[in-house]
């Protein structure tokens, strides 16, 4: 079975500093998923950055990048210059490869703070 | 296009009533994916859907809990005699089958039973 560990219920960060949310994962397969999502108040969970485990780059997306360290099995979140729209819940997930189903299994995620 | 679509996006139920939960997914999506998210918590996997047939149901609770998809598109929640406990926002969320198989989100249904 995977798990995802997400450390830090809650953080505040000033606006415009680069801020980092930690991820680990634990997980026996070679073949797996790592996804961050936003979740705003509304609700929804916006998808925000993937990256595959034979990946040798870090993803990046804009002002987002994730930090994958294999070996340590960590997959944190880099946001760069921090606004007061990134206030929000991210969460971190993976999924393994199964035949095409390919199941979230998600952290308990941060609340995230910007800080005016 | 469109996003994944769901409603009601709140539902509020008395003990032992049924209710059903709608999802329209993005057009093309063969993937559809059920999970639900306690307060406080991630979102926990109850169903995934590869076009019509339930591929994978293992996270669903109960027998209580039911879902279809008859057409291979909309797909529906459903919940017998509702206890308290079932109460939380249900997301649905589908994907393209193949690559990082991303899946995008609806924005829930948020079910309240009293």
């Known amino acids: 079975a995977q798990k995802i560990t997400q450390t830090q219920p809650g953080m505040f960060v000033q606006e415009k500093e680069a801020v980092t949310l930690d991820c680990t994962y634990d997980?026996?397969?070679?073949?797996?998923?790592l996804f961050w999502y936003k979740q705003p108040s509304s609700g929804e969970m916006i998808f925000l950055i993937y990256?595959?485990?034979?990946?040798?780059q870090n993803a990046t997306e804009g002002r987002y990048s994730l930090n994958f360290q294999k070996a340590r099995k960590s997959a944190n979140l880099v946001i760069s210059a921090s606004q007061l729209g990134d206030s929000a819940m991210y969460f971190c997930?993976?999924?393994?490869?199964?035949?095409?189903?390919?199941?979230?299994?998600f952290g308990t995620g941060t609340r995230l703070t910007i800080i005016p | 296009g469109a996003g994944v679509s769901q409603t009601p996006s709140n539902k509020v139920t008395e003990k032992g009533k049924y209710v059903e939960l709608r999802c329209d997914p993005i057009?093309?999506?063969?993937?559809l994916y059920w999970y639900r998210q306690s307060l406080g918590q991630g979102p926990e996997f109850l169903i995934y859907?590869?076009?019509?047939?339930?591929?994978?149901d293992s996270g669903l609770p109960n027998d209580r809990f039911f879902a279809v998809r008859p057409e291979g598109s909309v797909s529906t929640l459903k919940i017998q005699r509702t206890e308290r406990g079932d109460s939380a926002v249900y997301l649905c969320?589908?994907?393209?089958?193949?690559?990082?198989?991303?899946?995008?989100f609806g924005a829930g249904t948020r079910l309240s039973v009293l």
């Open positions: 969320a589908s994907s393209e089958n193949g690559g990082a198989n991303i899946q995008y």
């Open positions: 997930a993976m999924t393994v490869s199964n035949f095409g189903n390919e199941k979230l299994t």
């Open positions: 997980t026996s397969d070679q073949s797996y998923g």
């Open positions: 859907f590869q076009g019509t047939g339930a591929a994978d």
């Open positions: 057009s093309g999506h063969t993937a």
């Open positions: 990256q595959g485990s034979y990946d040798e």
